[in-house]
């Protein structure tokens, strides 16, 4: 790591790259090896090698302007607790640490544009919650399980775009996309919670406090004057969708066709709007 950090910037400034990234690489593995080869350490203090490893490199990253050290300090990060797993059932354990995560991706996003790393993340936290609900969650998990999920999209929801604000540039369809593919990952796990919990009616709920949130994001955006075309029609579209989707989850399937033809048309809308082929 000391002698990568040496290189960079220089003549050498991609050995250096991969020297720091080998050396964070080693620092992870060594961490784990501690506990899982040979029980130097406990549970807890790997974990927190772990973290600091990731939170490191996360430094690092920013400092240096290295996107492949903080790709590879986030694939550390979210390995860690599938390295160092017990079995136990512990999703406050888990998703906070998942979204400790987040917020470091989070004050990431503030500094560099990296898209690749706001999807890593996202991805991997969506896919790791999945995975510890489709495996242990039960009724009695919801009110440990419902406020992280909603933390994940909320934070998911600010990466996105964090650094277009900041920096005053336009989103662009990466990021459009990706702000679509949070609120789509986050309502399919809240309604799976939501549904075994209570009924498949229940999720109207959600659905109709998505349909708000992005009404209320609209509103701020047009109140602030933000010039941002793109963002804000994605925003209109997505509060469309959820609020399309409440008759269908409230009242009765049969209007499954009619929901789902009228957001076609709203996503055929959007795409004249962004003169964008690809949602077309």
Not at 132 to 141: F, G, I, R, V
Request: include cysteine; charged fraction near 10%; glycine fraction near 10%.
């Amino acid at each position: 790591v000391a002698i990568g950090t040496r290189l960079l910037g220089k003549t050498y400034h991609l050995l250096g790259q991969g020297l720091l990234g080998g050396g964070f690489a080693v620092l992870y593995f060594s961490s784990f090896a501690s506990y899982s080869f040979y029980h130097l350490v406990g549970t807890l203090p790997a974990f927190a090698l772990m973290a600091l490893v990731t939170a490191c490199a996360g430094l690092f990253a920013v400092r240096f302007n290295s996107l492949l050290v903080a790709v590879l300090g986030i694939l550390g990060g979210y390995s860690t607790p599938l390295l160092l797993s017990t079995g136990e059932k512990n999703f406050p354990g888990l998703f906070g640490y998942l979204l400790l995560l987040g917020v470091g991706v989070l004050g990431i996003s503030r500094r560099r544009q990296w898209p690749l790393l706001n999807y890593l993340a996202m991805l991997l936290t969506y896919g790791l919650a999945t995975l510890a609900m489709a495996a242990d969650y039960t009724s009695t998990d919801f009110l440990a399980v419902m406020p992280f999920l909603a933390g994940f999209f909320l934070l998911f929801t600010a990466a996105m775009f964090l650094y277009n604000l900041v920096s005053g540039e336009k989103a662009t369809l990466i990021e459009i996309l990706g702000t679509m593919a949070n609120g789509g990952a986050f309502f399919a796990l809240g309604h799976g919670a939501i549904s075994t919990t209570y009924s498949p009616r229940a999720v109207a709920v959600l659905a109709l406090a998505l349909a708000a949130f992005y009404i209320v994001l609209v509103y701020r955006f047009l109140s602030a004057h933000r010039k941002d075309r793109g963002l804000l029609m994605a925003f209109f579209a997505l509060a469309a969708f959820f609020l399309v989707m409440v008759p269908p989850l409230a009242i009765s399937k049969d209007w499954i066709t009619t929901s789902w033809s009228l957001q076609g048309l709203v996503m055929l809308w959007l795409a004249g709007k962004l003169d964008s082929r690809f949602l077309r």
